[in-house]
């Protein structure tokens, strides 16, 4: 069923952070933003007034694959049990190649499935999230 940890980031809705069934465990879309403070390492993608800002997707990237760790390890899983990650990306075309190469140093060793879209938006100032399934 759900799971909340108190390791994990706070949710920006009411969604646990996964959820089981049978052997399998679905990581809610997470985000980059650090449990402790709420922070988005890199830097938010807009200002409070919507204006575009320079941000670090590679500390974006680390920040939400660590998200995802935390959540997996509080659970008693890991990175190594990811089968399947579904990525959102806000710009694609910016964002790709910085991504893709922090994704290698978790995941190469691994090899989930993985499916990378770009959309117009995320719920807030990120410019990457990631949904995940891996074993129980």
């Known amino acids: 069923?759900?799971?909340?940890?108190?390791?994990?980031?706070?949710?920006?809705?009411?969604?646990p952070h996964l959820h089981r069934v049978g052997d399998l465990l679905f990581?809610?879309?997470?985000?980059?933003?650090?449990?402790?403070?709420?922070e988005i390492?890199?830097?938010?993608i807009k200002d409070e007034d919507g204006?575009?800002?320079?941000?670090?997707?590679?500390?974006?990237?680390?920040?939400?694959?660590?998200n995802v760790r935390l959540i997996l390890e509080?659970?008693?899983?890991?990175?190594?049990?990811?089968?399947d990650v579904l990525v959102f990306?806000?710009?694609?075309?910016?964002d790709f190649p910085g991504y893709n190469e922090v994704y290698a140093e978790y995941f190469?060793?691994?090899?989930p499935a993985r499916t990378t879209v770009s959309v117009e938006a995320l719920p807030t100032s990120?410019?990457?999230?990631l949904k995940v399934i891996a074993k129980a």
């Open 108 to 111: 190469a060793g691994v090899l």
């Open 41 to 44: 390492p890199g830097g938010p």
């Open 126 to 129: 990120i410019a990457i999230e």
């Open 1 to 15: 069923g759900p799971f909340i940890t108190d390791t994990g980031p706070s949710a920006v809705g009411a969604y």
């Open 27 to 38: 990581v809610s879309g997470m985000g980059p933003r650090t449990p402790e403070t709420n």
């Open 89 to 94: 990306l806000v710009d694609m075309e910016r």
């Open 51 to 66: 204006n575009p800002m320079d941000y670090d997707i590679r500390a974006q990237t680390h920040s939400v694959i660590n």
């Open 74 to 83: 509080a659970h008693g899983s890991s990175l190594d049990d990811v089968v």
